[in-house]
């Protein structure tokens, strides 16, 4: 763990879910299946684990919740029991005193960088989100976040992207907005500030093949998004991993576009596309429960459900791409991790 150098880690490209909270039918942290859940993502090969971040549900962080911590423990608790070692990333959120105190929770379990929601700054200026951005990266590496507003992210142009791209401390961004025009901004500021060191993560769910075949070259460079830190790798995880490898470095073939669009397909069955996302944590956790890794559905927010017509989209999806699923796998070793 001391010698692990996490950064050529990440620039190597890793495949990285975004962990989900296992709950009981009262809603309290479901222990056994919280660490089943981890260990079902080691075992599929991932690089590392995202925790405490939107699939987690950031309600965790409520006083009268207060699952924040205890969630990230189970998680290092189970990364330390690896065979390798992982990449450790932890969700940080809000204001710049609970963002700062969050990176040093971070810090002192272990974590290597906070993934940097900047949803709690709706109304900051520019200048207030770099200084945000600046004080956190004080205390732990961070990764940008760009978020899609319909989730609890905001428009972010190419101008903050630009400064944010000049701070030290961040190693990796997440590009999440599902906006092709957005992710551009990021990849052209990242390659314009000469950050070669950064590295390029997608988060948008509707595009991760394309995001991984496509070359974006600017002011004389090419750079690839080379990693996924993904909820929707938190399901069907095993073949997440193989999907990675299968583009890594790959020309853009008619075979891997069709594959695409398929893994797209089933996000927005998963996600709850046609309803806002409504339905996006509720969707990921029918696929665990149809597996057996989760008891239920129940969020944190008993609003939180899956949207009328979901559940026969997943039905759909999972009859339509079989090829997808991994659910042989984990048939062979839940038990084991649910021990």
Partial sequence: MNNFDFRSSL???LAIPAHPLALTAQRKLDERRQRALARYYIAAGVGGLAVGVHTTQFAIRDPQVGLFKPVLELAKEEMDRAAKPLVRIGGICGVTAQATAEAEMLHDLGYHAGLLSLGALRTAT?????????????VLPIVGFYLQPSVGGRVLPYSFWRRFAEIENVVAIKMAPFNRYQTIDVVRAVIEAGRDDITLYTGNDDSIVTD?????????????????????????????VQLLEQCRNAEATSELLRLGIEVTDSNAAFFDAANAFHGCIAGLHE???RQGLLEGL???????SLSPGQLEEIDRVYAAYPHLNDDAFVETHRDEWLR
């Fill in 212 to 240: 991984f075949l496509t070359p974006f070259r600017f002011a004389g460079k090419e750079r690839r998004i080379i990693g996924g830190l993904l909820g929707h790798w938190s399901v069907w995880t095993q073949r997440a």
């Fill in 11 to 13: 620039q190597h490209g």
């Fill in 126 to 138: 520019e200048d207030e989100l770099i200084a945000h951005c600046r004080a956190v990266a004080d």
């Fill in 298 to 304: 129940w969020c944190l927010d008993e609003n939180e």
């Fill in 287 to 289: 696929v665990l429960r």
